[in-house]
C-alpha cells in the first residue's frame, strides 16, 4: 500500500508563488517517475508537470516557464515550485505516482486577488 500526502496549497494573488510538496509513504520501492495534474472546476483533470528518477521534466505549454518540478529521492518527496500564478492556474493540484493506480488526496490552489 502506497499513500501520497501532498501540503502547500492556499490562497494567493495573481502573479504570487506557492510551492506544493508531495511526499510518498508506504511499499514504493523504486519510484520511477511521479507527476502533479490539476482538475479546475468543471474541467477534466490535466497533466501540469512530471519529473523521472533520473530528473528529466516535462511541463504543459501553460505553465512552461512558471512551474518546477523537483524530485528529492531520498525522502521520497516531490515538490511543484509555482511562480506568477494566474487565475487560470486555480485548481485542486493531485500528485501521481506514474504507472501505478496511486494519487494524493489533492491540495486546493487558488489564485484571486
Known amino acids: 500500500q502506497v499513500q501520497l500526502v501532498e501540503s502547500g496549497g492556499g490562497l494567493v494573488q495573481p502573479g504570487g508563488s506557492l510551492r506544493l510538496s508531495c511526499e510518498a509513504f508506504?511499499?514504493?520501492?523504486?519510484?520511477?517517475?511521479m507527476a502533479w495534474y490539476r482538475q479546475a472546476p468543471g474541467k477534466q483533470r490535466e497533466l501540469v508537470a512530471g519529473?523521472?528518477?533520473?530528473?528529466?521534466?516535462n511541463y504543459v505549454d501553460s505553465v512552461k516557464g512558471r512551474f518546477t518540478i523537483s524530485i528529492d529521492n531520498a525522502k521520497n518527496t516531490v515538490y511543484l515550485q509555482m511562480y506568477s500564478l494566474k487565475a487560470e492556474d486555480t485548481a485542486v493540484y493531485y500528485c501521481h505516482l506514474w504507472g501505478t493506480a496511486y494519487w494524493g488526496q489533492g491540495t486546493q490552489v487558488t489564485v484571486s486577488s
Open positions: 519529473i523521472s528518477r533520473d530528473g528529466s521534466t
Open positions: 508506504g511499499s514504493i520501492g523504486s519510484i520511477h517517475a
